[in-house]
């Protein structure tokens, strides 16, 4: 994410390498190990989410307490990799916010990254990113003075619960963000950070 090369080895599985980043902490596969674009595609085609599955919205939900807390609606917000069934978007609709949606596979529209934003989300998405330091550095250039961008990632803890951490088995899954790597973001960039849930990261502009 930073641009080091001195990555040290975080933990090998025989199917593919999890190299750390000294500087920014970030635990990510290396390019030549990610599937392809097509294949990726793929296994987000095999596990759609249901929009009107009440499980999936609660569990998308939770993002929205500390989000109203920070930004409360009316405010435009922008939801990063939607997917292809927006279920954020309509729970954040709901709740009276003005919502665009994003997703390089199913809503490709990059005039959308060239506004601004109150807010942007971004939930289960940047464990997905092959340039997570490019493509957030992008949202962060999009949001407003005092603007929050809200991630939910689940985070890697201490070396020793790697090897069987269920986020770790999924192909598409290639970047692997801890506590300390929010920090190094949030003090690159100037920003307020909190963690309002276990897996829940807000990094907030000043104004
Ligand atoms: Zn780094």
Known sequence: MCGADDLGIHY???????LRCPR???????AHQHLSPAA???EYDRHRNDVH???YRRFLGRILPPLRARRPPPAQGLDFGCGPGPALVALLREAGYAMAAYDPFYAPDARLLARDY???TATEVVE???RPGETLGRLWGCLRPGGVLAIMTQRAREAWRFPTWHY????THVAFFSADTFRWLARRWGARLSFPGADLAFLEKPR
């Open 128 to 130: 997905h990113l092959a």
């Open 168 to 171: 770790v088995r999924d192909p």
């Open 40 to 42: 990726e595609r793929a």
């Open 12 to 18: 090998l599985d025989g199917r593919r390498d999890y």
């Open 118 to 120: 109150d807010f942007i």
């Open 53 to 55: 599955d009440p499980g």
């Open 24 to 30: 920014c902490r970030l635990i990510h596969v290396p």
